[in-house]
């Protein structure tokens, strides 16, 4: 079993910061892709940024500048540095991960999901 626990979220005020982290458990071989995307209510849920084993990284526009996502390979952890927060941020925030098993079985995961609230 794989399990992706998410931890960092909270409330925050415009112009905040919070860093969101993901950490991969479980019977893991590699983890090529790790990502984060939130959801607002009423809204689909969208990429917010990515990133893969070879350090390639992609960002929505809204985010460019302001978020930064990294990753530590040795702790199957992704994190999400957010800064200069706007409360249209406001949102339950996902981590995602494309995993292999160390049974070669691979499948993409999700976590639970951290609420994000920026507000004054």
């Known amino acids: 079993q794989v399990q992706l626990v998410e931890s960092g979220g909270g409330l925050v005020q415009p112009g905040g910061s919070l860093r969101l982290s993901c950490a991969a458990s479980g019977n893991i071989l590699s983890i090529y892709r790790m990502g984060w995307y939130r959801q607002a209510p009423g809204k689909q849920r969208e990429l917010v940024a990515a990133?893969?084993?070879?350090?390639?990284?992609n960002y929505a526009d809204s985010v460019k500048g302001r978020f930064t996502i990294s990753r530590d390979n040795a702790k199957n952890t992704v994190y999400l540095q957010m800064n200069t927060l706007k409360p249209e941020d406001t949102a339950v925030y996902y981590c995602?991960?494309?995993?292999?098993?160390?049974?070669?079985?691979?499948?993409?995961?999700w976590g639970q999901g951290t609420q994000v609230t920026v507000s004054s």
């Open positions: 995602n991960a494309d995993i292999t098993l160390a049974t070669l079985f691979h499948s993409n995961y």
């Open positions: 990133i893969t084993n070879g350090i390639s990284t």
